[in-house]
């Protein structure tokens, strides 16, 4: 086994528990105020969103889904994750936050999407002829066109699998870590302050 293979699945296996660990030392760091909180709205709201519109459509294991967002790009769910999380390191106001952020990320989150496009690659003979039309991440501006009847699911949205998925676990925890914020911006203005200045 190569160093960068097991490094991609050392890194699937601790991004959840590290990800604890980020939120408590960026409530600690945090320093938000009413317009870095209102500014950080123009990519959570997005991120949220477009979490919620992926988990409609993919199918994990069971198809390679290529409509919706994943006509965009291949990691939609990745890429509201990295809005929310920049959205809420622009909340914090805390430079230190937004470089721990992108480290994380491209330590943790890249090498996890290669090991997850691998093992595509191995369970669908399509997906290099999806992969050479959508790019990784960063979304194509117009979407890539495939057959829909290619998906048992005619590649539409399900409120079903957003269900199954339980992407409203995302947004309940955007409202929690924006409630988080709200406390620390209250007990920053009263004097009640902990972590570095």
Do not use: C
Request: proline letters at 6%; aromatic letters at 14%.
């Amino acid at each position: 086994m190569s160093e960068r293979t097991s490094w991609q699945r050392i890194a699937r296996r601790i991004r959840v528990p590290l990800g604890f660990v980020f939120a408590a030392v960026f409530l600690w760091l945090a320093r938000p105020t009413g317009k870095t909180m209102l500014l950080s709205l123009l990519l959570v709201v997005p991120g949220v969103w477009l979490r919620a519109y992926a988990a409609g459509y993919v199918r994990k294991n069971a198809e390679l889904t290529f409509t919706g967002p994943y006509a965009y790009t291949r990691n939609p769910l990745y890429l509201g994750s990295m809005l929310i999380a920049f959205g809420f390191a622009a909340a914090a106001g805390s430079w230190v936050i937004l470089i721990a952020l992108a480290t994380l990320f491209a330590v943790i989150y890249i090498p996890t999407i290669q090991s997850e496009e691998n093992y595509l690659r191995q369970q669908f003979a399509g997906f290099d002829d999806y992969a050479a039309k959508v790019p990784r991440l960063l979304p194509r501006l117009t979407p890539a066109s495939f057959p829909a009847e290619q998906n048992a699911s005619l590649g539409r949205f399900s409120w079903g699998q957003w269900q199954h998925h339980r992407e409203y676990n995302a947004l309940m925890g955007a409202g929690a870590i924006y409630l988080a914020l709200a406390v620390r911006l209250f007990l920053n203005h009263h004097g009640v302050t902990g972590g570095p200045r």
